[in-house]
């Protein structure tokens, strides 16, 4: 996050610190800033539209038996506004959805338990095929953006730091029984509760990438579980990022 950053600032920083002394160069500067203004944006692909897949998981686990692949994918419409000054930077805000699935291995997730989230190893008696822990969010994505050709959005360089907001629609656990306490297995059942969980997500966001392909990462700052109800897990997630419009 933190070199993120810095490049960034550094790119933005670019035509201040790449002067010379000589008055030839300050009036190619003028003029480069001239140029920029009279760009013509009103047909440019901005990145309206953003998909996003990739990988999920959890800080702070501990022994929680996490499988190595968990999915996410985020689907957000954003409204790009460019600055009057310096078209290349620009804010972008808007709504979407992002939804998350934790895979456990050999674990039974129990999340309507009356003392909250709890994680049990399988055991000879019960036995999950498959278990995993979804969960969807209402989201509100807010981006400070920087692109090298800020009319050719589909060509040019971006990076992208931020941060969203979301309310948490739903969550649930999906799983395959093999063998449950009443000696019963072969079936599914799906179990939904979001009584111990933090419904009001606030996560840190970056992206850096090539005309629609980037490469994006979110870190949830508040806690993933209700304090007292579950370990002190934290999401995060990393993948590729599809843009356009």
């Not at 998350?100 to 000879?124: C, E, H, Q, R, W």
């Not at 969550?171 to 063998?179: F, R």
């Not at 179990?191 to 994006?216: E, H, Q, V």
């Not at 949830?220 to 007292?228: A, L």
Request: hydrophobic share 40%; net charge positive; proline share 3%.
């Amino acid at each position: 996050m933190k070199s993120l950053l810095g490049i960034l600032l550094c790119l933005v920083s670019l035509n201040t610190f790449a002067q010379d002394s000589t008055k030839t160069e300050v009036k190619k500067v003028s003029k480069t800033k001239e140029e920029l203004k009279k760009l013509d944006l009103s047909k440019r692909a901005s990145d309206h539209l953003m998909l996003q897949f990739g990988m999920a998981n959890w800080t702070d686990k501990g022994d929680l038996n996490l499988r190595g692949f968990n999915k996410t994918f985020n689907a957000y419409f954003l409204f790009d506004f460019p600055f009057k000054t310096d078209p290349r930077l620009s804010v972008a805000i808007g709504p979407g959805v992002g939804t998350d699935n934790i895979y456990f291995n050999k674990t039974i997730v129990d999340i309507k338990a009356k003392t909250g989230v709890i994680f049990t190893p399988d055991s000879l008696s019960i036995k999950y095929k498959k278990n995993k822990l979804a969960t969807s969010f209402l989201e509100v994505p807010l981006e400070l953006r920087y692109s090298t050709k800020p009319d050719k959005m589909n060509s040019g360089w971006k990076l992208a730091l931020g941060l969203k907001v979301g309310t948490m629609l739903d969550a649930k656990v999906k799983s395959k029984v093999d063998l449950d306490a009443n000696n019963v297995g072969g079936y599914f059942q799906k179990i939904k509760n979001k009584k111990y969980f933090n419904t009001t997500r606030f996560a840190l966001t970056a992206r850096a990438g090539y005309g629609n392909i980037s490469l994006f990462a979110s870190y949830t700052v508040t806690d993933f579980i209700k304090q007292g109800y579950g370990p002190a897990v934290h999401p995060y997630s990393i993948g590729l990022c599809l843009g356009g419009l």
